[in-house]
């Protein structure tokens, strides 16, 4: 290129990124709402997204904020989810040429997938993978279907360094895989703008009364498969138990201290879930203690307020840990996943063994013990939040993978005939892939043991019910 085709390159102004953000999910997820608007208002980009149906929290708002959006089908985990996912891959491939979308960004496992394979196939300049956590790399069937298809992405995002070691076990480094993290709207989280919430007064509690919150959705019980982490496997992945168990320990030192499990259960499975906790506490006889005032629309006002801020999952991104810091709230968290990028111990906050609640509870007691060193440690970790965990940090290291990658192709436009070519080169390996989801991980791991499952309880009910098991029955009665 000429000094003169330089001069009017640099001049002319970039034409603007067409992106779209993909999740399945329609409830939840803000930070996809939140990250759309910013790319648009601070960056310029012409922004859309594709979530997981048509009504729901996220879908609100979206709308609220003017963001166009298309609801789409992402469940795969049975035989006939897979056929559907294949219907989804040709729906988005359409709508992503013919929208001439420059950067596809896909959250979320079941929508990385999906998405991935739409957008190689539809030849998207950028395609792009955010990991919300490092969940999936550590489940045997997500982790080995991410393999077979992460090439196909520009590069992966991965959201805590957990998730970043785990990359580069793929094989994936570098540039490849840039961290971002999710990071909330600072402006909603601002202990210098934002009153208390006045719990204390609201439920007729002393001025000084000790104050221990968690902010979580409770999410159900996780089933024993290959889709999960085994550390999680039958358990609440929050660690709301755990918090509970907790508590009889923090009381023999704080006999007042009150504790709040703000939220709401994920879906009428997480109510169930959600329900088990209450009973856990009745049956510990922990009423008194331990409330449950649902969903908070104010959780930062009553973040604002609170002496201690807890998150005790058994596996998790750094999740609430960034709001409650942001507040200035001292934090204690479990020793897990994405939670000790934001919560570094004894300088930001103070760290637990997972699924250990006596040495939770010891780490709640140490902030309660010593409130000075604990303000001062919530003032050190917002500190750190300002710096690398905000929505604007977030929109801005995003917005700069996109260039990077966009400007490195001189091409402008689709091509049809490379369209093609992938397709008919990913054909054997989608093939394979179909069969060992659908016959390896689901029929011979799920479905084969279930069956025998059911087959042992019905033979045991047919055996007791033979003149032999009835008499056998009588005779130990008369023996009794």
């Avoid at 020793?335 to 939770?360: I, K, S, W």
């Avoid at 080169?425 to 892939?433: F, N, Q, R, W």
Wanted: glycine share 6%; charged share 30%; hydrophobic share 40%.
């Amino acid at each position: 290129m000429s000094d003169a085709e330089q001069n009017v390159s640099r001049s002319t102004p970039r034409r603007a990124l067409k992106v779209c953000h993909v999740v399945a999910t329609a409830e939840g997820g803000r930070w996809v709402a939140e990250q759309l608007r910013e790319l648009r208002d601070r960056h310029g980009c012409e922004v859309s997204a594709v979530v997981g149906g048509r009504a729901g929290s996220l879908v609100e708002m979206l709308r609220a904020e003017g963001i166009p959006y298309h609801a789409e089908s992402f469940v795969f985990s049975s035989p006939l989810g897979v056929l559907r996912a294949a219907a989804a891959v040709y729906r988005l491939a359409r709508l992503f040429r013919r929208e001439r979308v420059d950067v596809v960004q896909s959250h979320l496992f079941f929508s990385m997938v999906v998405a991935r394979l739409a957008a190689w196939l539809a030849d998207v300049p950028v395609r792009l993978a955010m990991y919300a956590s490092p969940f999936h790399l550590e489940a045997h069937t997500s982790l080995w279907i991410d393999r077979a298809t992460c090439r196909m992405d520009s590069a992966l995002i991965p959201s805590c360094e957990r998730s970043v070691e785990l990359c580069r076990e793929m094989g994936v480094r570098g540039e490849s895989a840039p961290l971002v993290y999710y990071g909330p709207d600072e402006r909603r989280f601002d202990p210098d703008k934002i009153e208390p919430a006045g719990i204390r007064a609201q439920f007729g509690w002393p001025p000084d009364t000790p104050l221990v919150v968690k902010v979580a959705y409770f999410y159900p019980r996780l089933s024993k498969s290959r889709w999960v982490p085994k550390v999680v496997h039958n358990r609440g992945i929050k660690g709301h138990g755990d918090l509970v168990k907790a508590v009889p320990h923090v009381l023999a030192e704080y006999p007042d201290a009150k504790f709040l499990l703000v939220g709401s259960g994920w879906g009428e499975a997480g109510e169930r879930y959600k329900r088990e906790v209450e009973a856990l506490v009745r049956e510990m006889g922990l009423e008194e203690s331990v409330l449950f005032p649902g969903y908070r629309a104010d959780a930062n006002r009553i973040l604002r307020e609170a002496d201690v801020a807890v998150q005790a999952s058994l596996h998790d991104n750094p999740a609430g840990t960034i709001e409650s810091l942001l507040m200035e709230c001292p934090t204690v968290v479990t020793r897990v996943g994405g939670l000790v990028d934001t919560v570094r111990e004894g300088e930001t906050g103070l760290q637990a063994n997972p699924n250990d609640p006596r040495d939770l509870a010891r780490r709640i007691v140490e902030m309660l013990r010593e409130p000075e060193r604990a303000r001062e440690m919530g003032r050190a970790g917002r500190r750190l939040m300002l710096e690398r965990f905000t929505l604007s940090r977030t929109a801005e290291d995003l917005y700069k993978l996109y260039r990077r990658l966009r400007d490195s192709q001189t091409r402008q436009f689709y091509d049809p005939l490379r369209s093609l070519w992938r397709l008919l080169s990913a054909l054997p390996v989608l093939a394979y892939m179909a069969v060992r989801l659908l016959f390896v991980d689901m029929l011979v791991h799920a479905y084969v043991p279930g069956f025998f499952r059911r087959l042992g309880r019905l033979t045991r009910r047919l055996r007791r019910r033979t003149p032999v098991a009835r008499a056998g029955g009588q005779l130990r009665n008369l023996e009794r």
